[in-house]
Structure formats: structure tokens, C-alpha cells
């Protein structure tokens, strides 16, 4: 009897549930111990990623940053130009896009003197090119020539417009700004992340830098891989290999020039406020190929040499120069120039070069450029 009931109770005892353990001071479970130390290490993780960037900062945009000069490490011009643009490190640019990426700095100054750098970005709209050389001029108080090339994305109506500023390709405006401690926020993140370690690696000897500081690079093939059929497939692109002229050709009226709008002229002249006086100011219509020049005589050449008049109005008001290449020409007209029907091959940049000089002589006109006269 006594055997049985024991065995009752135990069992009894057995299907009662057991009390949760607890630290003996009665502290915290392991669970929650383990869940705090590991929200710890990714705090000061985090931190530390935060003042990693923070102070090699790939931008050098912040004024926390460790001061030392910053190889740049990415290949978005977008990201890494501002910093050289702050840098009063050169007294004389190249803006434009990858229409003027080819022209040599060191060919410029033989000409212009100064010390030269090319800020040609990819693809760059008229409002980035403009934040560029807005930044560049507010930190070169002493320039000497600043050389602009334009494309005909200056002279569309809505190309001021908010959806027409930027491309697809990421810009980032704070970098574009005085912003100071305001711009950390966008330090932390992989990409910076990334980029920072690029720097570090530079300055250990371990990687080359992406982008040369005075942005020159060659971006087209080496010259002995060129070939003449493929490129002529680039240029063409099957359209038929001539240029008919439209007859009679197009002439606009008085009425219809004054009603014509180039909206981003309109920032192109006000971004040239800030231009140092005696600073020497070229505007360069660069030589693309004629298959994507409008046919001689239409009414898309009639408007856009009505935009070029627009360019050569505002390089007077400013005591500079407007020169065309963008016509047909010995340059223009021969497939052998080009990789394709908007980039030539290096010997034209030398060209290019040599035509600015002969302009800043005093030539107004050769067979392949013309300095563009504003007229009535």
C-alpha cells in the first residue's frame, strides 16, 4: 500500500511542470544574454564602418576626413570629379562629355599654358556639366581658359526640365554642395564602403588608381586594333552611306528664330556669372560624324545653327570664343576618323587641339573648324 501510493505522488510530480531557470542572481537567460552581445558587435560595428568612412572618406568631402590626397577609385567621373574640382590643384578644364574625354591636357597647355585637366563626363546633361563647372569656379578664383564642349542636348527645349537632368547613371548633388557635416549621412553605405577600402589599398601599394586626377584617359581601343569595317558598322548602323541635302532648303523667318527655346543656354550663361575676369572662355561644338549631323538645308540644321548663334552670343558676352566642328568636313565626312559616329580617334584630338590654337591666333576659319560669327 505504502509502495503504491508513493509511486502515485511521484508520478504526479513527474507530469507537474518545471519551474524556467534562472541565473542564480537572478539575471538574464543565455537567450537574451546572447541576443544583447551580438546587437553590441553590430553597433560597434557599424560604428566602425562609419568612422572608417568617415575619415578616409573616397570623396573628401567631409571635413573630418584624414587630409591626404585621395587617388580616385571609382569610375563613376560623377562621384570622383568633385573632389579635384575643389582642389584648386588645376587652373585650366575641359568640360563636356565624352565628345571632349579625348583631348590631351598636355597638348592644351602647349598651347594655352596654365595647368590642364579634362572633367568630361560620360553622358552628362547640360545641368551636371553646369554643377561641374559652377563647383570648379567657386574654388578657382585665378583661372586661366576654361574650354566647354557642346552637344545638341543644349539646344532641345526640355532639356532643363527635372526628368531631363540627370541620366540613368547616379549623381549625387551633396557632393556638388558645400555641404560639410551635412554629407556624412551619405558616407555609410557599401558602395562608400567599398571605395574607401580601394584607398586604403592604393596607399598600401596593392591597387592602381581608376581614374588619373587630371581625368585623361584614353577610353577608346588602342589604335592597332582599329578596324575600318567595324567602325563603319558603328557609324551607319545600316542606314544608307550618303547625305542627301534638303532642297530647297529650310530658312527660318525672324518670327520663327525669336521662337525658338534653348532653356539650358539659359544655365549655361548664368553658370558663367562666376567667371573670373580675364579668364580666356572657348565653347567647342566637337566633330561628330556627319551620319547623326541633320541633313544640310532641314529644319533640325536650321535650329540648331540658330543654338550655335545662341553659344557664339553668350562666348561674346563673356569675351570668349565659339568654334564648330560640327559640320561636314575633311574630318566629318571620313569613316577612318571615327570608332564610331560619335568618337574620333586620337590623332583628330590632336587636331582639335591644334585648331583651338590657330583660333586663339586669330584664324576664323579652316577646313575643318569655324569660329562661329553671331550675325543679325
Not at 578664383?141 to 532641345?156: A, M, N, Q, V
Not at 560639410?180 to 574607401?196: Q, V
Request: charge should be neutral.
Amino acid at each position: 500500500m505504502l509502495d503504491g501510493a508513493a509511486s502515485a505522488g511521484q508520478a504526479m510530480r513527474m507530469r507537474q511542470p518545471q519551474p524556467t531557470p534562472v541565473s542564480p542572481i537572478g539575471g538574464p537567460s543565455p537567450f537574451t544574454s546572447g541576443l544583447r552581445s551580438f546587437a553590441a558587435a553590430a553597433l560597434a560595428l557599424a560604428l566602425g564602418a562609419l568612422l572608417f568612412t568617415v575619415l578616409v572618406d573616397p570623396y573628401g568631402s567631409n571635413p573630418l576626413r584624414l587630409r591626404f590626397e585621395r587617388p580616385l577609385m571609382d569610375i563613376n567621373q560623377r562621384f570622383m570629379y568633385p573632389q579635384v574640382l575643389r582642389s584648386g590643384e588645376f587652373d585650366s578644364a575641359v568640360f563636356g562629355t565624352s565628345t571632349v574625354r579625348l583631348l590631351k591636357p598636355a597638348e592644351f597647355e602647349a598651347v594655352f599654358g596654365g595647368h590642364f585637366a579634362n572633367f568630361g563626363m560620360n553622358a552628362a546633361t547640360p545641368f551636371e556639366q553646369s554643377e561641374a563647372v559652377r563647383l570648379y569656379l567657386a574654388h578657382m578664383p585665378k583661372l586661366r581658359s576654361l574650354i566647354w564642349g557642346i552637344d545638341p542636348s543644349w539646344c532641345l527645349p526640355e532639356a532643363d526640365e527635372p526628368a531631363n537632368r540627370f541620366t540613368e547613371r547616379a549623381f549625387p548633388p551633396w557632393l556638388f554642395e558645400e555641404s560639410g557635416l551635412a554629407g556624412i549621412p551619405h558616407l555609410f553605405n557599401l558602395r562608400t564602403l567599398e571605395i574607401a577600402s580601394r584607398v586604403v589599398m592604393n596607399r598600401l601599394g596593392l591597387m592602381k588608381a581608376r581614374l588619373p586626377r587630371d581625368g585623361y584617359e584614353v577610353f577608346v581601343p588602342p589604335e592597332a586594333a582599329y578596324d575600318l569595317s567595324r567602325a563603319r558598322m558603328h557609324i551607319w548602323m545600316g542606314a544608307p552611306h550618303d547625305i542627301r541635302a534638303v532642297e530647297p532648303p529650310v530658312v527660318l523667318t525672324a518670327a520663327e528664330r525669336a521662337g525658338l527655346r534653348f532653356p539650358a543656354l539659359d544655365r549655361l550663361d548664368a553658370t558663367l556669372a562666376a567667371l573670373p575676369k580675364g579668364a580666356r572662355l572657348i565653347f567647342l561644338f566637337p566633330p561628330v560624324h556627319v551620319a547623326i549631323q541633320p541633313a544640310p538645308g532641314s529644319a533640325a540644321a536650321a535650329n540648331e545653327a540658330e543654338c550655335k548663334r545662341h553659344v557664339a552670343m553668350i562666348a561674346a558676352t563673356h569675351q570668349g570664343l565659339a568654334l564648330d566642328f560640327r559640320f561636314a568636313s575633311p574630318i566629318t565626312v571620313e569613316d577612318a576618323n571615327y570608332w564610331d559616329p560619335l568618337h574620333y580617334r586620337l590623332p583628330i584630338a590632336a587636331r582639335v587641339s591644334q585648331a583651338l590654337g590657330e583660333a586663339l591666333a586669330g584664324v576664323r576659319q579652316g577646313p575643318d573648324f569655324r569660329v562661329i560669327e553671331i550675325g543679325l
